[in-house]
């Protein structure tokens, strides 16, 4: 799923304007990268194309990306608002919607994977299974 799509499936789930979406998809994927291991995060990146994949591979902050560093969702939430420019009301809609649409981009054992590393109150509404087909 190339960077397009990807924004589109993001804007359409949480009704944002497309730039919105762009700039969320960017901040969380950039924040996934800080939270996870770097082994999770090279082996999702290894799944997305390279203009989504370089969002999980980029330092962040002059930090090595995959940096495994413990915070909670509510830091995760202020991070990705502060990143994309939105209030974190907007961050949390939005980044609900890029779980769902990564679980849509990845192979459902990378997507469990993912899940895995972060704490259930990241996942709580996120479904883990199968996804439906992608509506290109």
């Known amino acids: 799923m190339r960077f397009p799509h990807f924004v589109a499936a993001v804007a359409r789930r949480a009704e944002l304007p497309p730039e919105t979406a762009a700039a969320i998809a960017r901040a969380a994927l950039l ?42 969702p509510v830091e995760f939430l202020r991070r990705v608002a502060e990143r994309a420019g939105v209030e974190p009301a907007t961050a949390q809609v939005g980044v609900r919607a890029v779980f769902a649409t990564l679980r849509e981009a990845v192979t459902v054992g990378e997507f469990q994977n993912l899940i895995a590393q972060l704490p259930k109150s990241f996942t709580r509404d996120v479904d883990t299974g199968t996804p439906p087909p992608y509506d290109r």
């Not at 082996?43 to 902050?61: E, H, I």
């Open 31 to 72: 924040t996934v990268a800080q939270r996870v291991s770097a082994g999770e995060t090279g082996d999702l990146a290894a799944q997305l194309p390279d203009d989504l994949s370089g969002y999980l591979t980029a330092p962040t902050s002059g930090d090595a990306a995959g940096g495994g560093e413990r915070f909670g």
